[in-house]
């Protein structure tokens, strides 16, 4: 096996001399890793942004890129996201991501997983890797192999599901704490946007809670679980966005808070488990000027982190259930940001976050360590 390791801040948009350091200086990165094992076709790139907090903790993701310049800047930007993410859901833990070059679909997977394990091994706990998009526990078991740097593997932490949408639901009842001066959501209209896991337990804790549920999702056996159990009311997929509403849930699929739909949504609050739901930062612009209150993704959907972090700290699951309680305070700051610096939340959420990096990295260090390495 052959490693490249380069230290410093990281990312690229062409690997060519100083502009590769350009690019990872701008983002704040510490260290980036290339990997390659001819004997098993393995590419791999590992990304680490920060480790103020902690080790790196941030899933593989396994994807058939256009470019090796792609999948580096994809690396790194889900880097420096895993970093923020674990701030503000107060985790001792910095930022990472790995992504594996290739297609996903192959069956041909223990030597390409084993190689991914000995790169994450040869980095001594500076990041720990688990499950992400075109991965599952099964690989993870296989990165198993070579190192016990990895979480998420079958058996430990259980579906994630239940936390994250548990996250979720506490981060709708701050947001409407914050619009309405009332967390209960019992006289509330929300149109869901996905019925999968983490939409179904998130339905169910809304109706639990008294709220009318409006559901769409491409699975129409989903949808209709979801309105047998839960008495919700079904419309088409491209529907749901004009739904007249209190608040919109979106649980699929990234990049849905754009052009095309933030004109039709009729809701006070937009408040999911999706990653990435802004298209681009100036959307949340957009949502500000329309006054519709946004609960930044990653704040809401932090339970799923939270779960990962659990495995990781031993943790019982009602524990892991309290943490996720906390997302309803934490979005509740990240509302109060917003209104004293007169800025959009997705902005605020990110303040937050560098406010505990800050922090944490400016606490006075005992110095010297016993034995002195």
């Not at 800047?73 to 985790?91: E, I």
């Not at 993870?140 to 599901?161: C, I, K, N, Q």
């Not at 999968?196 to 129409?220: F, M, Q, R, S």
Request: glycine residues 10%; charged residues 25%.
């Amino acid at each position: 096996m052959e490693t490249s390791t380069l230290e410093g801040p990281v990312h690229p948009a062409a690997m060519q001399g100083m502009q590769l350091f350009e690019t990872i200086a701008s983002m704040g990165h510490e260290q980036l890793v290339l990997c390659q094992d001819a004997a098993s076709g393995y590419r791999g790139i590992i990304a680490i942004h920060s480790t103020v907090l902690g080790p790196a903790l941030g899933g593989t993701r396994f994807w058939n890129y256009g470019t090796d310049d792609e999948a580096i800047v994809d690396a790194l930007r889900l880097a420096r996201g895993m970093t923020y993410k674990n701030a503000v859901a107060g985790l001792n833990l910095g930022g990472g991501k790995s992504v594996i070059i290739g297609d996903n679909k192959t069956t041909t997977r223990e030597l390409l997983f084993r190689a991914h394990g000995r790169f994450v091994e040869s980095l001594g706990g500076r990041y720990i890797t688990a499950e992400d998009v075109g991965t599952s526990t099964a690989d993870m078991d296989f990165v198993h192999m070579e190192t016990d740097y990895v979480t998420g593997l079958a058996g430990r932490s259980g579906d994630p599901s239940p936390v994250t949408a548990h996250g979720v639901f506490r981060a709708i009842q701050a947001a409407a704490k914050e619009r309405w001066n009332s967390d209960d959501v019992s006289a509330r209209t929300v149109a869901l946007q996905g019925c999968g896991h983490v939409g179904y337990y998130l339905a169910k804790e809304l109706h639990e809670a008294g709220a009318k549920l409006v559901v769409t999702d491409i699975d129409p056996e989903r949808v209709k679980r979801v309105t047998n159990e839960f008495g919700a009311r079904a419309v088409a997929t491209e529907e749901i966005y004009a739904v007249q509403a209190d608040i919109f849930a979106p649980c699929a699929l990234g990049a849905i808070i754009n052009d095309k739909t933030i004109p039709q949504l009729k809701v006070e609050i937009v408040a999911g488990a999706a990653n990435n739901q802004l298209l681009e930062e100036r959307h949340g612009e957009e949502l500000e000027e329309r006054e519709i209150l946004y609960a930044p993704d990653y704040v809401a959907n932090a339970g799923g982190v939270i779960n990962v972090y659990s495995e990781l700290a031993g943790w019982t699951s009602a524990r892991s259930f309290r943490k996720a309680d906390e997302i309803y305070d934490t979005v509740l700051r990240v509302f109060a940001i917003a209104n004293e610096e007169r800025i959009p939340t997705y902005l605020a959420a990110d303040r937050l976050a560098e406010q505990r990096i800050h922090a944490v990295n400016a606490m006075v260090r005992t110095w010297p360590q016993w034995p002195n390495k």
